[in-house]
């Protein structure tokens, strides 16, 4: 077997090229594999032959910025994870960026240690289910969540879910009715540490009430609980 095949493989839209080079040589240093574009058009047709274990993705390129190509990845993939990359610090891009499909941010510039460690996070696996023979789908509200082939049944139709929204949803699902601490979502699902502040989770959950609530400005199955984080009611 050949070992490049079983190192995790990231492909890299950046078209700073001495910055793509850093970003190349310490991943492939902590054991990945690289396929590196310029352009997110190229970036585009590779992912019409190849499959990718995470993609990091510059937001602003040449021709089509970021939020242009990640809705384009989405429709092609809906399950690879995402990380942006920003040099922009308003919230709303942030929060634009993960409502295109993202599935986190770092802003530029960046530390590299917290870039390697937000990598390893995220190309980590779920790994608190397994396949059976016929998946049943978790029910609740109008709403119908099939984990393994990672999609829902809605009011608003049927979706693809992200790696990354398959994990959130793993761990309200375990925990249904229990409060959950911010810091222990963080963790399990991105892999940041307990104390990191972000907004990513924040804007995740509004992302989740859009796809499953009845009215999302009114959450019944997504409840914030103050001071804590967030809890999952099967109930409406």
């Avoid at 079983?6 to 090229?17: F, N, W, Y």
Wanted: contains cysteine.
């Amino acid at each position: 077997m050949n070992r490049d095949t079983e190192k995790p493989h990231i492909m890299l839209v950046e078209d700073e090229i001495h910055l793509a080079r850093g970003i190349c040589f310490n991943l492939e240093e902590d054991g990945c594999r690289i396929s590196h574009f310029a352009t997110g058009e190229k970036a585009l047709e590779a992912l019409q032959f190849e499959h990718f274990d995470l993609i990091i993705l510059d937001v602003m390129l040449p021709g089509m910025d970021g939020f242009q190509v990640c809705q384009s990845v989405r429709r092609m993939d809906g399950r690879v994870p995402i990380l942006m990359l920003t040099a922009r610090s308003e919230e709303s891009d942030r929060v634009h960026g993960l409502e295109t499909g993202a599935d986190d941010y770092l802003t530029k510039p960046f530390n590299l240690v917290e870039f390697l460690l937000r990598v390893k996070g995220m190309l980590r696996r779920s790994s608190w289910y397994r396949p059976d023979p016929v998946e049943e789908g978790y029910c609740f509200g109008s709403n119908e969540v099939f984990l393994l082939s990672y999609r829902a049944r809605t009011a608003q139709g049927e979706i693809d879910l992200t790696e990354m929204e398959v994990r959130v949803l793993s761990i309200f699902f375990q925990k249904e009715g229990q409060a959950i601490p911010r810091g222990e979502l963080l963790q399990k699902v991105w892999g940041y540490s307990s104390d990191t502040e972000t907004r990513t989770l924040d804007n995740f959950i509004v992302r989740l009430r859009r796809y499953f609530e009845p009215d999302p400005a009114k959450p019944t199955h997504f409840q914030t609980v103050r001071g804590v984080g967030y809890r999952f009611s099967r109930k409406g």
